[in-house]
């Protein structure tokens, strides 16, 4: 423990808490504070409050009581037992309260109780289930007038920790290493300073963010935080879990957030645009939209996966200046998803004769309908000789990298093929693709280039397109397994 508290201190961590019901030995206060690098909060939780402690209780209220004699800076006292522990010395008190089951709705009654038992700061982790409860928690944070920390754990809670010192929080928690998570949702002190440059965000940052779910898989985050700090731009992008059934909820409450712009995916992208107010072409010929702007009181929606579709294909394809690339020429798209949909629509409008094959037939046809192509059975999708072969389903992610979704003796080297998965870049599909002599397009060229058009309608800046390119691969790794 001391090895990593000065580990962390060199990072820059300005503040480190102790969990002493981690140490599995007798401890020593005086040892282990004694030339301490940084100012301390101890901390010794009961397994009924999530910790690891299992002594007794008289033995963890003589360790909290000998902290004090010794000078912390900060105790953390749950807010049943701050009563029996008076102040003492410069030591400033924590008082806590967590629930691991749900965010209570009477939380500011909760925060009053808490303030009473002689608090210097208060700290209120919860369970969130809804969108709402991050609302909820922050609201109370910005509205308290003594110092407070309130936390919404789980995956759905990561914005209360993101957003925890635009709202006035004195300061937030993370762990030592993205392995060794202390509490449901927590990030590692790395993700916090690396990725989302945390010490950086004020009052007036702007946010923006990913909406989805599940979440934890999006590189999104990396990316466009790793531009806005190429251009030392005064925003944050943060992740947004939000189930299909709380979308309304999130929209409504994105404005007290202080959310300016979203980039909206599964499963939300049809589902939000009974929201949007005013919709680009791409949104309406789509029947979807990617990313969703906040101006002037009006929801606006975009979709930049059509035109990152296209210029990828164009940026492969020798074609003459004034040439029309994709007249005449056949695509076969394999899917009827969401991406299925925004490049089928950008490669008619580029005069292309399109053929969707997905495993259900009805759902090509249906999409074939929708944007005037055609439709084959998923078995009969290598029958078409297509100019252009899009993979648009997940077949070939992470973690199963054995597979294609179109067999290798199908593939004609004339054909340009093109697949969106992007974790491994170079998935199996694209493997036999080279080998077979065909132009290839990947799915971290199409993925930059849809983020770079979303940043660019974020901020009204080119995005730095390098940048993004590297992060994306460096997270991905050189095996394609992030």
Known sequence: MMAEHRHLVEQGAQLVELRIDYI?????????????????????RREADGGKWTGSEEARMMLLRSAIAEGVEYVDLEHDIAGDIPRYGKTKRIISMHDFDSTPLDLPRIHARLAALDADIVKIA????????????????????????????????????????????????????????????QLSYRQMTDVYNYDAITRKTEVYGVVADPIGHSLSPIVHNAAFRR???????????????????????????????????????????????????????IGAANTVLFENGQVVGHNTDAQAAIESLVAVLPSEPGELPFHFKTALILGAGGVARAVGYALRRAG?????????????????????GRAVAWHARGTVKAS?????????????????????????????????VYNPEQTLFIKQ?????????????MFVRQAALQFQLFTGTEAPVDVMRDEVRRAIGPYGRG
């Open 24 to 44: 599995r030995r007798d401890i020593s206060l005086k040892r282990l504070l004694a030339d301490r690098p940084s100012p301390v909060i101890i901390t010794c």
């Open 126 to 185: 919860t369970m969130a289930q809804t969108p709402a409860d991050n609302v909820r928690m922050l609201r109370l944070v910005r509205d308290s007038e003594i110092p407070t920390i309130g936390i919404c754990m789980g995956e759905m809670g990561i914005p209360t920790r993101l957003l925890a010192g635009r709202f006035g929080s004195p300061f937030t928690y993370a762990t030592f290493h993205h392995e060794r998570t202390l509490a449901p949702g």
């Open 231 to 285: 251009l030392a731009s005064d925003r944050v992008y943060i992740p947004f879990r939000i189930p299909r059934e709380q979308l309304e909820d999130f929209m409504l409450n994105c404005e007290e957030l202080g959310v300016r712009g979203l980039s909206i995916t599964i499963p939300h992208k049809e589902n939000v645009l009974r929201y949007i107010g005013r919709a680009d072409e791409a949104v309406q010929g």
């Open 352 to 372: 292309a004769d399109v053929v969707f094959a997905a495993r259900e037939l009805s759902k090509a046809e249906e999409l074939a309908g929708r944007l005037e």
């Open 388 to 420: 252009v072969l899009v993979n648009a389903t997940p077949v070939g992610m992470h973690p199963n990298v054995d597979e294609t979704p179109f067999e290798r003796r199908h593939l004609r080297p004339a054909t340009i093929v093109f697949d969106t």
């Open 433 to 445: 693709a080279r080998q077979v002599g065909c132009a290839v397009v990947t799915g971290v060229d």
